[in-house]
């Protein structure tokens, strides 16, 4: 029996001795890689929180895991441009909106959830106080889809004299996301057709009517209009001369307020009808044996991107938790509390988006008509 007793100890010390070599030997294996695409309105928080994540040393069934990420515009992933296929295809997507993942998975690709929402930043109007004084009454009225239409009206064949400004300020210069490659350009539009049918559910008769599309075309050409090359935001700290007012994310306009400021005082204000871009975390979906190992990848980074520590970095990107809302220690907002941001402001009605046919439509007649 002693001996019996003697074999069963040595068998279990061998065992045990077996699991932590091979734990050991698994953990000084490289780490298995997954990638992750980004929106550029997120991607450097992300990279931020990815690589102290990575640096946390995770692990699946004693295999550490890293991710890597890299730049991908919403559009670029729901129009192909990204050509993400059965064989060549990202992990995990960062898109700025659900709305994305909705047309993304229109267009075919298998996306599963794995967090709802990870920030959020609205879209917000905004421009040099010396054009928006003349279409707001000196700020006694909102700038807003109204007033921009009007001024686009009257200056179809004028210049900024027809509103009481100056002839050196030429036409009017309104910018907006690239509306074919950017998620801001796509929402700019929703929130447009919302504003004009005072309607926030767009159906496809609402931005396929004739009368709205005339509405919407001094607006379109209006350059640089939809049609700006690169940041938008960026193209204004250069001053009014490259463009005067915008409707931009909130978070461009608080990375690139200093630098607007510092040509001429900046306006800001938050539209009536509101599309709210909020950062969903979605994996790819397939049957392959290494998908169950993909999905637990994912969610470990879903988990930790949803921590209060890495929540709380985001409004030094000019990004909103997911959850709460910045406060006077978040030096950003403070900063552009003056110029119309707000901790907490009034989000307006949520426009509900049309479907992914009934947007290229309305996208096809913007673009034919640069």
Same mark, same amino acid.
């Given at each position: 029996?002693?001996?019996?007793g003697?074999?069963?100890?040595?068998?279990?010390? %061998?065992?045990?001795?077996?699991?932590?070599?091979? !734990?050991?030997?698994?953990?000084?294996?490289?780490?298995?890689?997954?990638? /992750?695409?980004?929106?550029?309105?997120?991607? &450097?928080?992300?990279?931020?929180a =990815?690589?102290?994540?990575?640096?946390?040393q995770?692990?699946?069934n004693?295999?550490?895991?890293?991710f890597?990420?890299?730049?991908?515009?919403?559009?670029?992933v729901?129009q192909?441009?990204?050509?993400?296929?059965?064989n060549?295809?990202?992990?995990? +997507?960062?898109?700025?909106?659900?709305?994305?993942?909705?047309?993304?998975?229109?267009?075919?690709?298998?996306?599963?959830? *794995?967090?709802?929402?990870?920030?959020?930043?609205?879209? =917000?109007?905004?421009?040099?106080?010396?054009?928006?004084?003349?279409?707001?009454?000196?700020?006694?009225?909102?700038?807003?889809? &109204?007033?921009?239409?009007?001024?686009?009206q009257?200056?179809?064949?004028s210049?900024?004299?027809?509103?009481?400004?100056?002839? !050196? +300020?030429g036409?009017l210069?309104?910018?907006?996301?690239?509306?074919?490659?950017?998620?801001?350009?796509?929402?700019?539009?929703? /929130?447009?057709?919302?504003?004009y049918?005072?309607?926030?559910? %767009?159906?496809?008769?609402?931005?396929?009517?004739?009368?709205?599309?005339?509405?919407?075309l001094?607006? =379109?050409?209006s350059?640089?209009?939809f049609?700006?090359?690169?940041?938008?935001?960026? *193209?204004?700290?250069?001053?009014?001369?490259?463009?005067?007012?915008?409707?931009?994310p909130?978070?461009?306009?608080?990375i690139?307020?200093?630098?607007?400021?510092?040509?001429?005082?900046?306006?800001?204000n938050?539209?009536?009808?509101?599309?709210? %871009?909020?950062?969903?975390?979605?994996? +790819?979906?397939?049957?392959?044996?290494?998908?169950?190992?993909?999905?637990?990848?994912?969610?470990l980074?879903?988990n930790?991107?949803?921590?209060? &520590?890495?929540?709380?970095?985001l409004?030094?990107?000019?990004?909103?938790?997911?959850?709460?809302?910045?406060?006077e220690?978040?030096?950003?907002?403070k900063? *552009?509390?003056?110029?119309?941001?707000?901790?907490?402001?009034?989000?307006?009605?949520?426009?509900?988006?049309?479907?992914?046919?009934? %947007?290229?439509?309305?996208t096809?007649?913007?673009?034919?008509?640069?």
């Amino acid at each position: 029996m002693r001996q019996r007793g003697t074999i069963f100890i040595v068998l279990f010390i %061998l065992i045990a001795a077996g699991i932590i070599g091979v !734990s050991r030997f698994l953990g000084a294996q490289p780490p298995h890689e997954y990638t /992750i695409a980004v929106d550029p309105l997120a991607q &450097a928080w992300a990279e931020g929180a =990815v690589n102290a994540f990575n640096a946390s040393q995770p692990s699946i069934n004693a295999q550490r895991i890293q991710f890597r990420v890299s730049a991908a515009d919403d559009l670029s992933v729901w129009q192909g441009q990204a050509t993400w296929t059965t064989n060549r295809h990202q992990d995990a +997507w960062l898109p700025a909106s659900n709305v994305s993942v909705t047309y993304a998975r229109a267009a075919g690709l298998p996306l599963s959830a *794995a967090a709802e929402s990870l920030a959020r930043t609205p879209l =917000v109007w905004g421009g040099y106080t010396s054009r928006t004084d003349l279409l707001t009454s000196t700020d006694t009225i909102p700038l807003d889809w &109204a007033q921009v239409q009007g001024a686009a009206q009257k200056m179809q064949s004028s210049d900024w004299r027809a509103l009481g400004g100056q002839q !050196s +300020w030429g036409y009017l210069k309104l910018g907006f996301g690239q509306v074919d490659t950017k998620i801001s350009g796509v929402a700019a539009l929703f /929130i447009a057709a919302a504003a004009y049918n005072q309607n926030p559910d %767009l159906t496809q008769v609402a931005l396929s009517q004739q009368q709205f599309r005339s509405w919407l075309l001094p607006i =379109v050409k209006s350059r640089p209009s939809f049609f700006q090359q690169g940041d938008v935001a960026s *193209a204004m700290t250069r001053g009014p001369s490259t463009i005067e007012m915008a409707l931009l994310p909130e978070a461009q306009w608080l990375i690139n307020i200093k630098g607007m400021n510092a040509q001429e005082p900046i306006r800001l204000n938050y539209p009536a009808y509101q599309f709210v %871009l909020d950062f969903p975390l979605v994996a +790819w979906q397939d049957t392959t044996p290494e998908n169950a190992e993909r999905q637990e990848a994912v969610r470990l980074l879903a988990n930790w991107l949803q921590t209060a &520590a890495q929540q709380s970095n985001l409004p030094a990107y000019g990004l909103r938790p997911a959850t709460t809302e910045p406060t006077e220690a978040h030096d950003l907002f403070k900063l *552009a509390i003056q110029y119309g941001i707000q901790f907490t402001p009034d989000y307006g009605q949520a426009v509900t988006p049309p479907t992914l046919n009934d %947007l290229r439509g309305l996208t096809q007649y913007v673009t034919s008509n640069r």
